[in-house]
């Protein structure tokens, strides 16, 4: 059976021999029982020890790919046998001893805690406006729990965007070795966000246009690291207050808006353009208007109402 085989293929695989015979072949590979890896890309080597004459033959057969390992595997004597024969194209002669199965196992280890809290923090520094150093772990649960390869893992959130609870946060890792997915496991931690923002100094009332004194800055614990933050004063001057704001409230960019450059109800300059001929007259704006609002307008003289667009402080043009 074994001279049949080995009379079609290139590579001549022994899988039983006479001392004698072993002596005399260019390279013996013994399998191992088993063995502990930290690639996920296996080779000969992980698995046998090669030995021979020439060494140049011998560490081109240890390095003999294998596929690779996500947890455990189990290769037989035939399996590793075909493999050699499939990377070697050129006649050698092997001897393959030692154990008929070999269970392949990836080493793993438990990772450290700052090890996560790095890649949470890389991750919330990402989806959030603050930096990694502002962002605190304070604690990670069930990290026992947790097997990382041995290899040169790299790890990744897969959860995408803000986590909607930061004390009690919940997010998908993971694990990437020699660039490819292993397993993904779940992370608990508390995460704390401690960072400067704006906050209001006095009374603001219902639209207010902000002012300087109204405002200051202040280090404190951010009770929901979700929400989006004024993180100086001067971004929010001149803004105009969405609600009635009290002292120590932190200035969230949802709580004001721009300050309107045309209010309804006020008189306007209108310009009217055709050609080379341009004309204002007053209009009395019908509704609010920002910078570039088209918003519309009614033209005192002829009581007609007009489209337009706001250009400036009380000023609009008829819309093309």
Same mark, same amino acid.
């Given at each position: ?5 080995? %009379? ?112 949470? =923090?890389?991750?919330? !520094? ?68 401690? !960072?400067?923002? !704006? ?11 902000? =002012? ?23 971004? %929010?001057?001149? =803004? ?81």
């Amino acid at each position: 059976m074994l001279v049949a085989v080995t %009379a079609m293929i290139a590579v001549l695989i022994c899988f039983r021999m006479s001392a004698a015979e072993v002596a005399s072949a260019s390279c013996l590979v013994r399998l191992r029982p088993q063995a502990s890896v930290k690639s996920a890309t296996l080779i000969l080597a992980d698995i046998a020890d090669v030995s021979g004459d020439d060494e140049a033959l011998v560490a081109r057969l240890a390095q003999t790919p294998l596929g690779s390992i996500t947890d455990v595997l189990l290769l037989s004597r035939a399996e590793v046998a075909a493999l050699i024969r499939s990377a070697n194209a050129n006649s050698v002669e092997v001897v393959l001893t030692g154990a008929d199965f070999t269970r392949v196992t990836l080493a793993t280890r438990t990772p450290a805690a700052a090890e996560i809290a790095a890649v949470l =923090k890389s991750h919330l !520094a990402l989806v959030t406006q603050w930096r990694q150093d502002e962002i605190e772990i304070h604690s990670i649960d069930n990290l026992k729990a947790i097997e990382l390869p041995e290899g040169d893992v790299q790890l990744r959130v897969v959860s995408r965007g803000a986590p909607s609870n930061f004390r009690s946060m919940l997010l998908s890792v993971e694990a990437i070795l020699d660039r490819k997915p292993l397993r993904t496991f779940w992370v608990k931690a508390d995460v704390h966000v401690r !960072a400067q923002v !704006a906050q209001v100094a006095k009374p603001v009332a219902f639209h207010s246009v902000l =002012k300087a004194d109204d405002l200051r800055e202040k280090v404190c614990d951010i009770e929901d690291p979700r929400t989006e933050y004024f993180r100086t004063s001067a971004e %929010a001057i001149g =803004k105009v207050s969405r609600r009635a704001l009290a002292p120590g409230d932190l200035l969230s960019r949802n709580g004001v808006e721009d300050a309107g450059l045309v209010r309804s109800g006020e008189t306007v300059r209108l310009t009217v353009e055709s050609g080379s001929l341009r004309m204002t007259v007053l209009a009395r704006a019908l509704q609010n208007g920002k910078l570039g609002d088209p918003i519309k307008v009614r033209n005192m003289d002829s009581d007609r109402v007009i489209s337009a667009v706001v250009t400036g402080r009380g000023e609009v043009r008829v819309a093309n």
